[in-house]
Nanobody, 121 residues
Framework: QVQLVESGGGLVQTGGSLRLSCGAS????????MGWFRQAPGKEREFVAT????????NYADSVKGRFTISRDNAKNTVYLQMNSLKPEDTAVYYC??????????????WGQGTQVTVSS
């Protein structure tokens, strides 16, 4: 009964910024690591960033390191992805997901519906 709803996607020019949000319900949000993934047409879904249950530890794909920031507000059951210096190769559908095991950043599941991010050149 985990529900994740992404929002905040849109069209932005190269170098621009977007802030994605993922609202969670149906589980003890504070007990689970959260992650952001993305998938472009014809490509496999790829890892973007993860954050530990407490928010004290984060991890990023090399392709976004230094440009994207993942954060969470456990009081609001929401995880965010701040995306700066966007590039056309960032164009994809972005999904948030919950870790399958409490307090463990490992397998992710319970995917949201995704939000489209398009970066024009």
């Amino acid at each position: 009964q985990v529900q994740l709803v992404e929002s905040g996607g849109g069209l932005v020019q190269t170098g621009g910024s977007l802030r994605l949000s993922c609202g969670a319900s149906g589980h003890d949000f504070r007990s689970y690591a959260m992650g952001w993934f993305r998938q472009a047409p014809g490509k496999e879904r790829e890892f973007v960033a993860t954050i530990s249950a407490s928010g004290g530890d984060t991890n990023y794909a090399d392709s976004v390191k230094g440009r994207f920031t993942i954060s969470r507000d456990n009081a609001k059951n929401t995880v965010y992805l701040q995306m700066n210096s966007l590039k056309p190769e960032d164009t994809a559908v972005y999904y948030c997901a919950r870790g399958r095991i409490p307090y463990v950043r490992g397998p992710f599941g319970s995917w949201g519906q995704g939000t489209q991010v398009t970066v024009s050149s």
